[in-house]
């Protein structure tokens, strides 16, 4: 062997060692990079957070509908129990343990948040006793209104007035601040959260794309708004700033006449239109959830919608308000990874929508999603704090997923994509960064209404810091809207 050749070979592994050492340099620097980011990320959204403070002395009322909510994994309770489905369907009511499974995958496969009633109280018993053996299945108060309630009083609410049925011992897990409008009920209904996390596996057939959750009960009190009928008469009293209305999912396919259920409606609608009459100035919310049956979502969208001021909603829920808006119909299930400028649009849509002659007079949609929060308000409305709020929206999401108030950034990521653009129509379209110094991105904007007139509006978008360590999904959207709206009043 030649020296020639020796000093070649010499020189080849010398430039792999730097290539490589190169390659290791270049990985260290970008996952540093990434860090930084994500540090800054955070930084920058609780200096925002911080600059605007709760008004102690706000009242609000809410209602409807409360129960134990038991936390469970889907392993422990169908994943290692039974084999996947051979087909999945969206059941709308679920009477069988087939059904159950299909209706389960069908959500699953596309990482879809739903909830369902059983008709069978068998079945739905089989559920809670597997429920009850897993190793980390937790038991918490539930339903919207109650999570929403203490929500508000963690975050310095003086004074919740809640309209919800339920037992001492439920109460004595609300925050003190948090005033009950019924008398205690002996026991109270359960709710079954089957969580999933990221990737999980059903056998080699369904992998979810995402975290989320399937919710079923057999809760036959709530559906009927029962917590209704006193809730005016303490209301009036108690002079609310704010109504939020939430809970009527609830009664979606619930198997009883729609007839008797849109006159429960009717009640409620008579009882905000009392309430704002009695209280010009009072602002009204409605929480969205996940509905299926259309005869019920239509008559909440023609009765109680004309009267609201704003509306929070996840994706699926804007996709579904939005496809029954333009098609007549719902969506099943939609992208759970939808881009920032096909959210906006949908907004901008059901803006003027719910701002024609007949349909309303909606000033503020809130629209929480994996990756982003984005608000749009119209200017001139009384809502403060836009920046602040979405920033807000924005923290409360990881902190609720990962169960954390403090946000540890190595259990976080960003899946916003780096810069989005503002809308999907070619006119007036714009491109946007996420700068991780200025994270919340707002803007003016007029959008032009049906009737030919237009608005001058104000929107914010803010990246989530994406928790990546998910301990619980259910009563997220409600933590992520009541935060999204305590500095806004
Ligand atoms: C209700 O569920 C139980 C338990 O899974 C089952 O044995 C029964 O057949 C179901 N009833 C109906 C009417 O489907
Ligand atoms: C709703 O209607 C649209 C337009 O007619 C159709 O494309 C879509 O498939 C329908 N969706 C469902 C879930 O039926
Ligand atoms: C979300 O709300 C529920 C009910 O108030 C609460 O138990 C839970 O801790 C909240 N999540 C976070 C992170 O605050």
């Known amino acids: 062997m030649g020296s020639i050749e020796v000093s070649r070979k010499v020189w080849v592994s010398a430039a792999a060692v730097v290539v490589l050492l190169a390659a290791y340099w270049y990985e260290l620097s970008r996952v540093d990079d990434l860090l930084v980011r994500l540090e800054m990320t955070h930084e920058s959204l609780l200096h925002i957070e911080d600059s605007?403070?709760?008004?102690?002395?706000?009242?609000?009322?809410?209602?409807?509908?409360?129960?134990?909510?038991?936390?469970?994994?889907?392993?422990?309770?169908?994943?290692?129990?039974?084999?996947?489905?051979?087909?999945?369907?969206?059941?709308?009511?679920?009477?069988?343990?087939?059904e159950l499974l299909e209706a389960f995958a069908y959500f699953f496969q596309f990482g879809a948040a739903a909830e369902r009633y059983i008709k069978n109280s068998t079945l739905f018993a089989e559920l809670v006793a597997a429920a009850n053996t897993g190793r980390h299945t937790k038991r918490t108060i539930g339903g919207n209104a109650p999570i929403m309630a203490s929500r508000f009083a963690k975050e310095g609410i003086g004074e919740v007035l809640l309209a919800a049925q339920m037992s001492a011992q439920l109460q004595s897990q609300l925050p003190s601040d948090v005033v009950l409008s019924c008398p205690h009920l002996p026991s109270?209904?359960?709710?079954?959260?089957?969580?999933?996390?990221?990737?999980?596996?059903?056998?080699?057939?369904?992998?979810?794309?995402?975290?989320?959750?399937?919710?079923?009960?057999?809760?036959?009190?709530?559906?009927?708004?029962?917590?209704?009928?006193?809730?005016?008469?303490?209301?009036?009293?108690?002079?609310?700033?704010?109504?939020?209305?939430?809970?009527?999912?609830?009664?979606?396919?619930?198997?009883?006449?729609?007839?008797?259920?849109?006159?429960?409606?009717?009640?409620?609608?008579?009882?905000?239109?009392?309430?704002?009459t009695n209280d010009p100035k009072v602002r009204i919310h409605f929480e969205m959830a996940s509905f299926a049956e259309e005869a019920l979502l239509k008559t909440i969208t023609d009765r109680i919608f004309p009267i609201v001021d704003s509306i929070g909603l996840n994706e699926q829920e804007a996709q579904n308000l939005y496809n029954l808006y333009v098609y007549g119909n719902l969506s099943v299930v939609s992208d759970p990874y939808p881009r920032v400028a096909l959210v906006l649009d949908q907004m901008r849509h059901l803006y003027s929508v719910l701002n024609s002659d007949s349909a309303g007079q909606l000033t503020r949609i809130h629209v929480h999603t994996l990756a982003f929060q984005a608000i749009l308000m119209r200017k001139?409305?009384?809502?403060?704090?836009?920046?602040?709020?979405?920033?807000?929206?924005?923290?409360?999401?990881?902190?609720?997923?990962?169960?954390?108030?403090?946000?540890?950034?190595?259990?976080?990521?960003?899946?916003?994509?780096?810069?989005?653009?503002?809308?999907?129509?070619?006119?007036?379209?714009?491109?946007?960064?996420?700068?991780?110094?200025?994270?919340?991105?707002?803007?003016d904007e007029s959008v032009s209404q049906d009737n030919g007139a237009t608005h001058q509006t104000s929107i914010c978008v803010a990246p989530v810091l994406v928790c990546t360590k998910v301990l619980q999904t259910g009563g997220g959207g409600d933590n992520v809207s009541a935060a999204g709206l305590v500095l806004q009043i």
């Open 52 to 98: 605007v403070s709760v008004n102690p002395k706000t009242k609000i009322a809410i209602g409807f509908g409360s129960c134990v909510d038991v936390v469970a994994q889907t392993r422990d309770v169908l994943l290692d129990r039974y084999s996947p489905p051979k087909v999945a369907k969206p059941h709308d009511i679920i009477e069988t343990r087939d």
């Open 188 to 276: 109270d209904d359960i709710h079954l959260l089957l969580e999933y996390p990221l990737d999980e596996k059903w056998e080699n057939k369904y992998v979810s794309p995402r975290a989320n959750r399937f919710i079923v009960h057999n809760d036959n009190k709530n559906p009927l708004l029962h917590s209704l009928d006193t809730f005016y008469e303490k209301a009036v009293d108690f002079k609310p700033d704010l109504v939020i209305v939430s809970g009527l999912q609830m009664m979606d396919n619930f198997p009883i006449d729609i007839e008797i259920r849109k006159q429960r409606i009717e009640v409620l609608r008579q009882s905000l239109i009392d309430l704002r």
């Open 380 to 443: 001139g409305s009384n809502w403060k704090a836009l920046m602040a709020s979405s920033a807000k929206a924005a923290l409360t999401a990881h902190r609720h997923t990962c169960g954390s108030e403090v946000i540890d950034v190595n259990k976080a990521k960003l899946i916003v994509d780096e810069s989005f653009s503002t809308t999907r129509s070619d006119s007036n379209k714009r491109r946007i960064g996420f700068d991780a110094k200025n994270p919340v991105n707002c803007w």
